[in-house]
Antibody, heavy 120, light 110 residues
């Protein structure tokens, strides 16, 4: 079965960077797109960007352009999200999700989430 | 890109039907049939309930249905059950090849 397993919780100081990983299994990693989404405490879902794991196309939310980088390691079937210039507003649970095979816009499998806390 | 607009809360009694709206623009929900709906219980991971406006993934109850008219998509839950109490988020593909989520709706079963 499709599984996405994310790295553990992180605590960072303001101004630092964080890199979260998302290891995929149960399907051909390079045949699907991975999206990254975050959810601040008590808030809604916010889309950060996507990467096509096969052909390496990427797209970022304009809000995070310049601060976010999504990469992947095909040999490890793992996608990565790096966010720089952290502030307290970046405190959130970060999710990776696979875009499904129908139209590539439906997120049919999600990682368990990684809590990133930004605090001085 | 601005979030799609959803009502903050919707409630209904067991067995009733409720509808959650999701309003976007001509650059997202109004332009494409790529609207999805997700259910999220407290402390849990979001679950895909509807994709491509009205398609249901395997395993999702047929009590959940979706539709779209103009810039507004809708999720209807019929035969409301206690287990349906959760937060619901819509999402849409956009003209700039990004995704945008809705503001979220808390569904309460009275």
């Amino acid at each position: 079965q499709v599984q996405l397993v994310q790295s553990g919780a992180e605590v960072k100081k303001p101004g630092a960077s964080v890199k979260v990983s998302c290891k995929a299994s149960g399907y051909t990693f390079t045949s699907f797109t991975i999206h990254w989404i975050r959810q601040a405490p008590g808030q809604g879902l916010e889309w950060l960007g996507w990467i096509n794991a096969g052909i390496l196309n990427r797209k970022y939310s304009p809000k995070f352009q310049g601060r976010v980088t999504i990469t992947r390691d095909t040999s490890a079937s793992t996608a990565f999200l790096e966010l720089t210039g952290l502030t307290s507003q970046d405190t959130a649970v970060y999710f990776c999700a696979r875009a499904g095979p129908k139209t590539g816009t439906e997120l049919d499998s999600w990682g368990q989430g990684t809590l990133v806390t930004v605090s001085s | 890109q601005s979030a799609l607009t959803q009502p903050a809360s919707v409630s209904g009694s067991p067995g009733q039907s409720i509808t959650i709206s999701c309003t976007g623009t001509s650059s997202d929900a109004g332009a494409y049939y790529y609207v999805s709906w997700y259910q999220q219980h407290p402390g849990k991971v979001p679950k895909l309930m509807i994709y491509d406006v009205s398609s249901r993934p395997s395993g999702v109850s047929n009590r959940f249905s979706g539709s779209k008219s103009g810039d507004t998509a809708s999720l209807t839950i019929s035969g409301l059950q206690a287990e349906d109490e959760a937060d619901y988020f819509c999402s849409s593909y956009t003209s700039t090849t990004t995704l945008v989520f809705g503001t979220g709706t808390k569904v309460t079963v009275l």
